[in-house]
């Protein structure tokens, strides 16, 4: 195998499907950084984001990435709801009774999912897209914006989370949220931000998985672990840490293939995140100790 075909059939790929994870472990990494559970509901409201495009799509006819920013509004409004009426009134209680809500949140999303669009796969365009060659390199143009896209939201949050404001209040709440309070910090306002913007990330990264692949009512669920473990790859409450993490996810899954059976390519995942909590849990940039 030359280097081209392994950089067109494996690299390039891995890539792509890295930075779908990536969109995703940030929005893990954000929940668990500022709000301390993890949230298993995260792969089926990715899910809920990207029918919502395909319903936008459907009704009115326009392109798929006009349909991107409808379906992020959307999404970041029902996580915000959500939090309200499931999570808020939980916020006094140990933390595993929220996460085990966050589980029967996601059974509901996906029931909902399949009562509307059905358990059909679905498509966001027809017909086959062929790739352009560039110096040697394969890449579709949906490919090479999924990661352009990548880096610009995670890039924009960075600097959201750096210089802005309620960014420096979502970090000082992170750090430590009775501190944050008493210095003036509207935890409550920050928490509604924080599940606004989680919202929007799990539209996107649902989204350009469909883009990528096809719509599937289980798509969300299959790449939880995934995402779970480029989060805490790249060390939990690192934005940067996730984009990392998520990228090595990807291409380590899709390198698998060339020593393993493709059945096992999901593992992968697994096994990157049982030997980074042994070895280093606090991930690659040492973020929040699990």
């Not at 309200?84 to 595993?96: N, Q």
């Not at 949050?157 to 008493?182: E, V, Y």
Request: glycine share 10%.
């Amino acid at each position: 195998m030359g280097i081209y075909e392994l950089i067109n059939f494996y690299v390039i790929p891995g890539l792509v499907l890295g930075s779908i994870y990536a969109l995703g472990a940030v929005g893990i990494t954000l929940v668990f950084g500022i709000l301390r559970f993890a949230h298993l509901a995260h792969g089926d409201l990715a899910t809920f984001g990207a029918f919502t495009a395909l319903a936008v799509v459907a009704t009115t006819g326009v392109n798929p990435w006009i349909a991107l920013p409808v379906a992020m509004v959307i999404c970041a409004a029902l996580a915000v709801g959500i939090d309200k009426v499931f999570y808020d009134y939980l916020s006094e209680r140990p933390k595993i009774i929220t996460v085990m809500a966050s589980l029967g949140i996601a059974l509901m999303l996906r029931s909902l999912i399949q009562v509307i669009w059905g358990v059909d796969t679905e498509t966001y365009t027809r017909g086959i897209v062929r790739p352009d060659n560039y110096w040697g390199f394969r890449i579709r143009d949906r490919e090479l914006y999924t990661l352009l896209a990548m880096f610009a939201i995670t890039g924009a949050l960075w600097l959201f989370l750096q210089k802005t404001k309620w960014g420096k209040a979502m970090r000082a709440m992170s750090d430590n949220p009775d501190l944050a309070l008493l210095s003036g910090v509207d935890n409550r306002l920050t928490t509604m931000l924080t599940w606004a913007i989680v919202g929007a990330l799990c539209a996107a990264s649902g989204f350009f998985l469909g883009l990528n692949t096809e719509l599937k009512s289980m798509m969300g669920w299959t790449m939880l672990l995934p995402m779970f473990a480029a989060a805490i790859l790249g060390g939990v409450g690192r934005v940067e840490g996730a984009v990392l993490g998520g990228l090595v996810v990807g291409v380590a899954e899709e390198l698998s293939v060339l020593v393993l059976p493709s059945e096992y390519k999901a593992a992968m995942a697994f096994a990157i995140l049982i030997v980074i909590l042994l070895v280093r849990p606090t991930g690659l940039l040492k973020g929040k100790l699990l």
